[in-house]
């Protein structure tokens, strides 16, 4: 390849921004977008995966390049994730890129799909020009949630939360409404059209008595199925409240509470009218030998088993957010922070439930996007786990060639 080092890992991150396209429909597929590239560093042809079952996206800039009857011998196909090499919903990709009798193979990451990698050392193994690991990095980043689905049996998990400047979720008389702008807003019911569930904390539910419904603008998209509504407390209301969930959407609200309160009378009248109540078990928060919680993980492998579910978005409060972060459980932030000040130390904190004593113990996060929407300012984040590390072990031996 004559292209610069520069030139490619532009490149790869064009494929990047290709697959993208994808987010939401592919599920539970990854998003991949794939680029075929002259000698020259033109690009020819492109395709990503547009959803589940169907082609994917190095099978769809082929096609292309098949139409506008290319001869790929010398040009360059980059894809964000290694090809598949097994028959799945459709055949393996790695055949019809030896058919293509395209030469020069440049890969983002590997596939952290045990059944599906190994793409890349078969390519080098046939004779092909292999190169891993370019714009790695953004490439991990694009399948963060397909890497969830295929290491865990929970959902990827979106913790959203507006605050002040001063990191206040409400006054102290747990008043919230309104923190942030309406086009902040509006960016959080496109969010939630993609989710298949919403979950908040037991204060959240009391204060605010959120209906965690879409409720489109006009113009935009209407809503074609509605999130599950998920609570978490230890204090169930009652069947015969006036909650708009209770109302209006039993039979799409989910209660997670202690094993006791599933097993109480007030349990059992919600379920009458349609509520589901779940019973998780009790564990130890870490590093305390008093403060006890929820076991979040296994009610979140419960969403995904028993209902499908795999996006999920915590809209508070700041000490569910906190459990989540602290248990490992929360794989995105969303941090929307108004241009505001409440100034008073007993408002309710952005997070909130933790102890600890030293600087080393904060959770350390890093910094996917920063973005003004209306008035407000919109911090994308991800927790700082070593997830590259993670995935190359599914592939210790692999001898083609990282950059």
């Known amino acids: ?39 020259q560093g033109e690009i020819v042809a492109q395709g990503f995966h547009k959803a589940y079952g169907e082609a994917h996206a190095e ?3 082929l096609n292309e390049a098949k139409n506008k009857n290319l001869n790929l011998t010398d040009h360059i196909l980059f894809i964000t994730l290694e090809p598949c090499k097994h028959k799945g919903k459709t055949p393996p990709c790695t055949e019809a890129i030896l058919q293509s009798g395209i030469q020069n193979i440049v890969i983002g990451c590997l596939d952290p799909n045990p059944e599906a990698s190994g793409g890349a050392t078969f390519l080098q193994e046939k004779g092909l020009n292999v190169k891993v690991g370019i714009a790695e990095e953004a490439c991990l980043d694009l399948i963060a949630d397909f890497y969830v689905w295929k290491t865990t049996n929970v959902p990827y998990t979106i913790l959203k939360l507006a605050s002040t400047l001063d990191g206040r979720i409400a006054s102290r008389t747990g008043q919230s409404q309104w923190i942030s702008s309406e086009e902040s807003r509006a960016e959080v019911h496109f969010l939630r059209s993609k989710m298949d569930a919403i979950i908040v904390g037991g204060n959240t539910f009391n204060q605010d008595d959120p209906s965690l419904t879409y409720r489109p603008k006009e113009g935009c998209p209407p809503a074609t199925k509605q999130p599950l509504a998920v609570i978490v407390t230890s204090r169930l209301p009652s069947a015969e409240s006036n909650f708009k969930l209770i109302k209006e959407r039993p039979t799409q609200t989910i209660f997670w509470t202690t094993v006791a309160a599933a097993a109480s009378p007030k349990a059992a009248a919600l379920r009458n009218i349609g509520v589901t109540v779940y019973g998780l078990p009790i564990k130890a928060k870490a590093g305390s030998s008093t403060r006890v919680t929820l076991d979040l993980s296994v009610g979140l492998e419960i969403l995904r088993k028993e209902h499908n579910c795999y996006h999920l978005m915590c809209e508070g409060g700041g000490k569910l957010g906190t459990a989540l972060l602290d248990d490992g459980l929360a794989h995105e932030l969303h941090l929307h922070y108004a241009p505001k000040i409440l100034g008073d130390h007993e408002a309710i904190s952005l997070f909130d439930g933790r102890c600890p004593m030293q600087m080393t113990e904060a959770i350390p996060l890093k910094i996917l996007s920063i973005k003004i929407l209306g008035t407000d300012t919109i911090i994308k984040l991800r927790p700082h786990n070593d997830i590259l590390q993670c995935i190359n072990t599914f592939q210790p031996n692999i001898t083609a060639k990282k950059n």
């Open 59 to 61: 099978i769809n800039a």
């Open 1 to 39: 390849m004559n292209i610069s080092e520069h030139k490619i890992h532009n490149l790869m991150l064009k494929a990047v921004e290709l697959a993208k396209q994808g987010r939401w429909i592919t599920t539970p597929n990854p998003c991949v977008g794939a680029l075929i590239v002259s000698p």
